[in-house]
């Protein structure tokens, strides 16, 4: 079970913290990722986490403004997002999987529940 905190509103320019947590199991094992999805869109990735080097990944359009970044003490993921604009607004959801970095949101075994992140322009 995962669940995400964070989201909230904000205006443009403005920052968020987004962070994942594991009920019941470690993420330090787990490859994360951080899922978007706006109204009448496919869920894209947006950054996502190795487990075994934590290498990053960190789709084109978010690149410079938002950092991906693991805390195996907390087994918490968090999604730090600076410069936020108006084309962020989206559902944001978490997912793991045991293998690797993997752009579908088939590659992942489980999700969160999502948290709701509007930017105001």
């Known amino acids: 079970q995962l669940v995400e905190s964070g989201g909230g509103l904000v205006q443009a320019g403005g920052s968020l913290r987004l962070s994942c947590e594991a009920s019941?199991?470690?993420?330090?094992?787990?490859?994360v990722g951080w899922f978007r999805q706006a109204p009448g869109k496919d869920r894209e990735l947006v950054a996502a986490i190795k487990w075994s080097d934590s290498t990053t990944y960190h789709t084109d359009s978010v690149k410079g403004r938002f950092t991906i970044a693991r805390d195996n003490a907390r087994s918490t993921v968090y999604l730090q997002m600076n410069s936020l604009k108006a084309e962020d607004t989206a559902v944001y959801y978490c997912?793991?999987?045991?293998?690797?970095?993997?752009?579908?949101?088939?590659?992942?075994?489980?999700w969160g529940q999502g948290t709701q992140v509007t930017v105001s322009s």
């Open positions: 019941g199991r470690t993420l330090s094992t787990y490859t």
């Open positions: 997912a793991a999987n045991r293998f690797g970095v993997v752009t579908s949101t088939s590659g992942y075994d489980h």
